[in-house]
């Protein structure tokens, strides 16, 4: 999308990169971010941010990563983010297989792989999830809600998820997938 912005951190193991930081939003449960993070010579991880009502304070559960290491993920996840006001995504959309989808996931050990986006439709019968193939990339499948076994996590959604990865295929329940791929355009500015 745009070109690679690095933002490494000194550490006692040597330099650490933060190679991907993006975020979402859950209105559930009082409101709150989780920023979901990986990084050269370190690993993944999450951050939770909450705040407290009682004083007024945002709260951060890090995962006892250093109050200066997220401040780094923080910034890479600014870095990485269109300002609407200077620029705009485009999309293009590829349907794919199975076949497709399991290789483009490419499953394996040791790699963050719960969706960053996942619903069940309204009517209950397809659930969509999203994973992040690349900061250009992303893979949207569909499946049968009724052929995907929930298990017990914080977030149903999230559990059907790491089910489908841990079997390493999407295959219970496939529907479709598709291939979305990002571009970002610089918008013209009449002022």
């Not at 006692?12 to 971010?33: C, H, K, L, T």
């Not at 401040?71 to 293009?92: G, H, P, S, Y």
């Not at 999203?130 to 559990?159: C, H, M, Q, T």
Request: proline content about 3%; some cysteine; overall charge negative.
């Amino acid at each position: 999308m745009a070109e690679n912005k690095v933002v490494i951190l000194d550490s006692p193991r040597g330099p650490v990169e933060i190679v991907s930081a993006s975020g979402f939003f859950f209105p559930n449960f009082g409101g709150g971010m989780q920023i979901d993070w990986s990084a050269k010579n370190c690993g993944f991880g999450q951050a939770v941010f909450s705040y407290d009502k009682e004083s007024g304070k945002i709260k951060v559960d890090s995962e006892l990563m250093s109050r200066e290491f997220i401040t780094k993920v923080m910034e890479k996840m600014i870095q990485d983010a269109i300002f609407t006001d200077f620029e705009e995504l485009v999309k293009e959309v590829k349907s794919i297989s199975l076949e497709e989808t399991n290789t483009t996931f490419n499953f394996r050990p040791h790699v963050l792989q719960t969706p960053f986006f996942s619903e069940k439709s309204e009517d209950g019968k397809t659930v969509v999830m999203r994973w992040n193939l690349s900061e250009e990339r992303v893979l949207n499948v569909v499946f049968d809600a009724s052929k995907v076994e929930e298990i017990e996590a914080d977030d149903p959604y999230f559990g059907m998820a790491m089910h489908i990865t841990q079997n390493k295929s999407f295959a219970t329940g496939f529907i479709s997938a598709e291939i979305w791929q990002w571009t970002l355009k610089k918008k013209d500015r009449k002022y």
